[in-house]
């Protein structure tokens, strides 16, 4: 069945860096398009970036964009969000999300399965 | 990257039918067929209910129902049932090859 396992969350100070992890299992990792959403406590759901399947195109959001960075081993059907200068908004759990449709469809945000999720928490 | 506008709650009856709305722009929403709609209950990650504007996945209730008239998407949940009490978000591939979420809506089943 397929699985997706985040780690790598934690408390960290405003400015530092921190790295995200999500290990899949169960399905082609290399054929899907993966996401990073995020949600505040208490708030709603907020995209943060895609990578294609093959890991030659990513997109942020414009909240991320500069300090985040993206990135899939597909060799080991693993993605990474590598946070730097992080800020007290950046406060969330963070889900990695498969999206449904394999191929050049990797930024449609029909996510099929979704992560448990991890913990950021950014603070002096 | 704007957040797509929904209702912050609504609610009805067991049995009853509700509608959620999902508004955005010819950017997202009404530009392209991939409109999804997203149930998460407390604690919980969210799920995939309707993709690609009206297609449900396999083992969601035809209850569920999902349409779009021009900038705006809404959810129909119709028979609502207690276990239909949720948050419910909307979300959008957009002109930038990035995705953009609703800021989401309390169901509440009375």
């Known amino acids: 069945q397929v699985q997706l396992v985040e780690s790598g969350g934690g408390v960290v100070q405003p400015g530092r860096s921190l790295t995200l992890s999500c290990a899949a299992s169960?399905?082609?990792?290399?054929?899907?398009?993966m996401h990073w959403v995020r949600q505040a406590p208490g708030k709603g759901l907020e995209w943060v970036a895609v990578?294609?399947?093959?890991?030659?195109?990513?997109y942020y959001a414009d909240s991320v964009k500069g300090r985040f960075i993206m990135s899939r081993d597909n060799s080991q059907s693993t993605l990474y969000l590598r946070m730097n200068s992080l800020r007290t908004e950046d406060t969330a759990v963070y889900y990695c999300?498969?999206?449904?449709?394999?191929?050049?469809?990797?930024?449609?945000?029909?996510?099929?399965?979704w992560g448990q999720g991890t913990l950021v928490t950014v603070s002096s | 990257q704007s957040a797509l506008t929904q209702p912050a709650s609504v609610s009805g009856s067991p049995g009853q039918s509700i509608t959620i709305s999902c508004t955005g722009s010819?950017?997202?929403?009404?530009?392209?067929?991939?409109v999804s709609w997203y149930q998460q209950h407390p604690g919980k990650a969210p799920k995939l209910m309707i993709y690609?504007?009206?297609n449900r996945p396999s083992g969601v209730p035809d209850r569920f129902s999902g349409s779009r008239s021009g900038n705006t998407a809404s959810l129909t949940i119709s028979g609502l049932q207690a276990e239909d009490e949720a948050d419910y978000y909307c979300?959008?591939?957009?002109?930038?090859?990035?995705?953009?979420f609703g800021g989401g809506t309390k169901l509440t089943v009375l």
């Open positions: 999300a498969k999206v449904n449709c394999g191929g050049d469809c990797y930024s449609r945000p029909d996510y099929d399965y």
């Open positions: 169960g399905f082609t990792f290399s054929s899907y398009g």
């Open positions: 990578v294609s399947y093959d890991g030659n195109y990513k």
């Open positions: 010819s950017s997202d929403v009404g530009g392209y067929n991939y």
């Open positions: 690609e504007v009206s």
């Open positions: 979300s959008s591939y957009t002109s930038s090859n990035t995705a953009v």
